[in-house]
T-cell receptor
Framework: EAEVAQSPRYKITEKSQAVAFWCDPI?????LYWYRQILGQGPELLVQ????????DSQLPKDRFSAERLKGVDSTLKIQPAELGDSAMYLC???????????FGSGTRLTVV | RKEVEQDPGPFNVPEGATVAFNCTYS??????FFWYRQDCRKEPKLLMS???SGNEDGRFTAQLNRASQYISLLIRDSKLSDSATYLC????????????FGKGTTLSVSS
């Protein structure tokens, strides 16, 4: 079964440091999403890509977060500087079309200390 | 009003019980609906799509009521392995926009 690859699985960083997460979607999936999930909440969209273009980044805190998908395949999400409130699970997902649902990667669990 | 609302639970049921979850959504133009399952500290996984005519997959039945804007998930003959959080998911009205997730309903099945 095709998978969405994410790394690292776990990341502990000090506040004010920079941190980056990587995602490789299922081959052929043009749409890629980054979600953030705080414990006890549902996933919330940070950014959506269609190929290399950003479709929706309205909920991305752009003063500290950035995302790119330069060649329309894998993607990187960066936080600089990290804050305590950024501690969460960061999930990447890809889709062949929203009507089919998404496939999520295993996520990156970020702890900011 | 939040876009997708679920009773967070927890629902605590014995093995073999039947349990039902409901979810309401605010956007009447929403087109696609799903239930996802999420185990503790794992990623969400697609459980089933929800069709207008309703659909069944083994012990799981999903139904959609567009008039009342709610979705339901029924689990029959609960197993210990059904213990998880169940996320209700809808698409907003704009084609190509991202799925919106509810906060999830937690189910705990005990022996």
């Amino acid at each position: 079964e095709a998978e969405v690859a994410q790394s690292p699985r776990y990341k502990i960083t000090e506040k004010s440091q920079a941190v980056a997460f990587w995602c490789d979607p299922i081959s052929g999936h043009a749409t890629l999403y980054w979600y953030r999930q705080i414990l006890g909440q549902g996933p919330e969209l940070l950014v959506q890509f269609q190929d290399e273009s950003v479709v929706d980044d309205s909920q991305l805190p752009k003063d500290r977060f950035s995302a790119e998908r330069l060649k329309g395949v894998d993607s990187t999400l960066k936080i600089q500087p990290a804050e305590l409130g950024d501690s969460a699970m960061y999930l990447c997902a890809s889709s062949a079309g929203a009507e089919f649902g998404y496939t999520f990667g295993s996520g990156t669990r970020l702890t900011v200390v | 009003r939040k876009e997708v609302e679920q009773d967070p639970g927890p629902f605590n049921v014995p093995e073999g019980a039947t349990v039902a979850f409901n979810c309401t959504y605010s956007n009447s133009a929403s087109q696609s609906f799903f239930w996802y399952r999420q185990d503790c500290r794992k990623e969400p996984k697609l459980l089933m799509s929800v069709y207008s005519s309703g659909n069944e997959d083994g012990r799981f039945t999903a139904q959609l009521n567009r008039a009342s804007q709610y979705i339901s998930l029924l689990i029959r003959d609960s197993k210990l392995s059904d213990s998880a959080t169940y996320l209700c998911v809808v698409t907003p009205n704009q084609a190509g926009t991202a799925l919106i997730f509810g906060k999830g309903t937690t189910l705990s099945v005990s022996s």
